[in-house]
């Protein structure tokens, strides 16, 4: 303030507008109370309040305009003169104080409500005394000096989309903060997948997609509009989605998830067609990293032509990590699929691939997922593997990808209950094709190894119709079907794999 009084306001009132009140709204918060440079939120569940300091400050690092310490407690509250009292508020505010610039600290009390792919995020601060609370608190930290820097990654020069303000002209409370929780949403939706870089802003970039909306509401009825266009004004994709204000928070989830989806994949399918025509070796490695992760891979033949489009892309821009990443994950695949003779001569080159990545990124990013998986299938290192997977769920609990690898980590390590809380995490995020391949096979995989055999062999009935050549899903449902007793169905599965890869011992 001392330096830059009008600059620290505007940068404040972003704050509010762009990232903490949507993100807020979002997990269906409520901002109680302003002071100034900072605020009281309550939430009627701990995860969602967890989830949502945990964004804001993971975009704050990013937008790296300011930094906050936030403190987060479940405990009872009084309210009155919209105000809140009572011991909960006292110990947030005082855990508040305890946090670094850019840290959350909560208490034990909130800490033990969260699931597997949370709480490893935190680290243990130890019982503190608190002013004027009678009991030591357990205190567990993320962020700041206490628990070292959360990950930032980069994601190279891949589609970026600014999400405007959900504009409405209907002046009532509730429908106002639903547009802005439906920012949050999306911005929370499309924000957590290293392909595409989102963000809630009033002032796009030329180079940007743009997300417009409206939300209109007459009476009960409410109708949101959303156009995507593209960095050169083309209209890719118009969406409407209707619905009654007096169910609005399940609308919002419902309406947010899908305008999420219909978004990147109208966004990705432009990208796509815009180059649809030119030979691999005339794309950009980006290009051809899209070109890779929109590729619908089922079978040996395009895990091998998927790879050597990576090799390509290696050539192209041999610094960008998550090329090689997505290589070996591609190797691994193949051959836990029944695919290894496809992928054979490219097997030798995954160490030097692991050694570059290593020395391109840091040990917390989904790429250390990825090696996990080559720990548990090659050295047979299931603790090692377990470690990794802990270290990058603390710094990605939301990453779709890193979600997705880290449960087939667990998969792989006999921890099927771990597996199922990754991909039920996974299940809340937006995602391109190849992820939903990866969640759902894991899914089935998971729950056959739970014992959950009928639920499994139903599942391989969904995934069998999605993705009719995909061997790993058919090989699930082989081994789920014989558990029931359905023979037919086991024998036609069995069939269907040695269609796909002749000569496979099941």
């Given amino acids: 303030m001392s330096a830059d009084a009008d600059g620290t306001l505007a940068t404040l009132r972003r704050l509010r ?95 033990a409500l969260l699931d597997g792919t949370l709480r490893p995020s935190f680290d243990d601060a130890g019982e503190r005394e608190l002013k004027n609370i009678a009991e030591p608190v357990p205190v567990w930290v993320r962020g700041g000096d206490v628990a070292g820097n959360i990950a930032v990654i980069e994601r190279g020069g891949m589609p970026r989309l600014a ?25 929370t939706h499309l924000n957590v997948y290293r392909f595409l870089t989102a963000a809630a802003t009033k002032a796009p970039e030329a180079t940007d997609y743009r997300l417009i909306s409206t939300l209109r509401a007459r009476g009960d009825r409410i109708r949101l ?23 609005s928070f399940d609308w919002q989830d419902d309406t947010s998830f899908a ?34 992760i929109l590729h619908r ?9 998927s790879i050597d489009v990576l090799r390509i892309s290696m050539d192209k821009s041999p610094k960008w990590v998550v090329l090689y990443a997505t290589a070996v994950s591609f190797i691994l695949i193949a051959v836990t699929n029944g695919c290894a003779q496809y992928v054979t001569h490219h097997i030798p080159k995954m160490k030097e691939w692991m050694q570059k990545a290593d020395a391109l990124e840091p040990p917390f990013t989904s ?44 998969n792989y390590c006999g921890r099927s209950e771990d597996a199922l809380r990754c991909f039920d995490q996974m299940k809340r995020a937006v995602t391109l094709d190849f992820m939903d391949q990866l969640e759902t096979n894991g899914r089935a995989m998971a729950l056959m190894m739970a014992g959950e055999h009928k639920r499994a062999s139903d599942m391989y009935v969904e995934i069998t119709t999605r993705w009719p050549n995909y061997i790993g899903a058919h090989m699930i449902g082989a081994a789920s079907s014989i558990w029931v007793g359905d023979e037919e169905r086991a024998e036609k599965a069995i069939k269907r794999v040695l269609e796909l890869s002749p000569g496979l011992t099941l």
């Fill in 163 to 187: 999400i405007l303000p959900v504009t409405t002209q209907d002046p009532r409370d509730d429908v106002q903060e639903l547009a802005m929780a439906l920012i949050g949403d999306l911005a």
């Fill in 367 to 410: 790429t250390r997922v990825i090696f996990a998986i080559e720990k548990v299938a090659r050295r047979r290192d299931l603790e090692g593997a377990v470690d990794d997977v802990r270290l990058v769920l603390r710094n990605l609990p939301f990453d779709p990808e890193a979600l997705g690898y880290a449960g087939w980590v667990y």
């Fill in 17 to 111: 507008a762009e990232i903490l009140g949507p993100a807020v709204a979002a997990r269906h918060g409520r901002v109680v109370k302003s002071m100034g440079d900072g605020w009281i939120v309550v939430f009627n569940a701990v995860a969602d309040a967890v989830e949502c300091a945990m964004q804001v400050q993971d975009r704050l690092k990013i937008d790296r305009a300011i930094q906050l310490r936030m403190g987060l407690h479940l405990g009872d509250v009084a309210e009155a003169d919209e105000d809140v009292f009572g011991d909960g508020v006292n110990i947030a505010a005082r855990l508040q104080d305890l946090a670094e610039p850019g840290a959350l600290a909560i208490s034990g009390a909130a800490r």
């Fill in 225 to 247: 509009e959303a156009r995507l266009l593209a960095p050169d004004g083309t209209q890719v994709a118009a969406n409407k989605f209707d619905g009654d204000l007096s169910d």
């Fill in 297 to 305: 891979v089922n079978n040996g033949p395009d895990f091998e032509r």
């Fill in 259 to 292: 305008l999420a989806q219909a978004v990147m994949d109208g966004l990705f399918g432009f990208e796509l067609s815009s180059f649809s025509n030119q030979a691999n070796e005339d794309c950009t490695a980006e290009q051809l990293m899209l070109r890779h």
